[in-house]
């Protein structure tokens, strides 16, 4: 395997995504609308737009698809966010995988999410539980139907599909996340608010990890459907308590503001042994917050 092609490779996964492709003397052609800056090496691009047909040309020389790029709409509950969900998710990454076969691509891995399952009980959600999103389902189903057409496809073609399901992703560089936001905050010595009694609760997983689990299940040709995280739920509190003591701050430094209206269910963690099976080991909380302390001063 010499070159991948790459969809979503400017956004915060992909960007760490294509430093470890790099670093393992792979090749990147990077699919998406507009030429990416600062193309290295023998990187090439190569137009194009999910929300139309695609041009089987696009994946010329390319040993394997990888596709993260996704629209998450800025209003989880606004009604005219689910038609460009399905759009671009859904039928666009149908459409992608029609243009990567005709062309003789047959190996695809794509991200997913490991929000999607029913987390009534918060318990360990292994890949067989049934998805079935109780909040931002405009979204999260257009992921399942992104993960219900890909299968369907790939039965009726000669491909290979890996679905990775990770949880709420975090790490340095994830411009505006909230993580990041708590960590810039609490290293210049100002305190952090949690808002809603901090009981908003998901498998936090950092991108690093998410980076390993493609790259692994790359490598070792791995088909199915693999949950990324922890397999631990830390609600918000803790992990704002968590992120202050990785500053080297107190509790002092952070307010809890009780919540207001209906509290926001989260998401349930996840059952990752299927992919430790293949060796992959997850970063614990704590130290992947660690990881960013660099990057706002350590």
């Known amino acids: ?138 979204y999260l189903g257009s992921k399942v139907a992104q993960e219900l057409y890909l299968a369907q496809f790939a039965m009726a073609h000669d491909l290979s599909v890996t679905a990775l399901r990770p949880g709420a992703i975090y790490g340095a560089g994830r411009g505006g996340g909230l993580l990041n936001v708590w960590m810039e905050s609490l290293m210049q010595g100002r305190g952090i608010t949690v808002t809603n009694g901090g009981r908003y609760g998901a498998d936090f997983v950092l991108v690093d990890d998410v980076v390993r689990a493609v790259m692994l299940t790359l490598q070792l040709g791995a088909e199915g459907t693999f949950n990324v995280g922890t397999g631990q739920r830390w609600e918000l509190s803790g992990v704002a308590l968590t992120a202050a003591r990785v500053a080297g701050l107190g509790e002092d430094s952070i307010t809890v503001l009780p919540a207001e209206g209906p509290p926001d269910p989260g998401f349930a963690p996840l059952d990752c042994s299927r992919l430790a099976a293949l060796g992959f080991e997850a970063t614990a909380l704590a130290d992947g917050l660690e990881t960013m302390l660099p990057h706002y001063g350590s």
């Open 1 to 138: 395997m010499r070159r991948v092609a790459l969809t979503g490779g400017t956004g915060f996964v992909g960007r760490n995504l294509a430093a470890a492709l790099r670093e393992a003397g792979l090749d990147i052609r990077f699919l998406s609308r507009s030429e990416p800056d600062g193309l290295s090496g023998n990187d090439d691009y190569a137009p194009c737009d999910l929300t139309s047909d695609i041009d089987s040309a696009i994946f010329d020389g390319c040993d394997a698809l990888l596709h993260l790029a996704s629209h998450i709409p800025s209003n989880q509950s606004d009604p005219a966010a689910a038609e460009v969900c399905l759009t671009v998710n859904a039928r666009g990454s149908l459409l992608l995988a029609d243009a990567a076969c005709r062309a003789g691509v047959r190996r695809l891995i794509h991200l997913t999410s490991g929000n999607a399952y029913d987390p009534s009980d918060y318990s360990l959600r292994r890949e067989t539980h049934p998805l079935g999103p109780i909040s931002r389902q405009y």
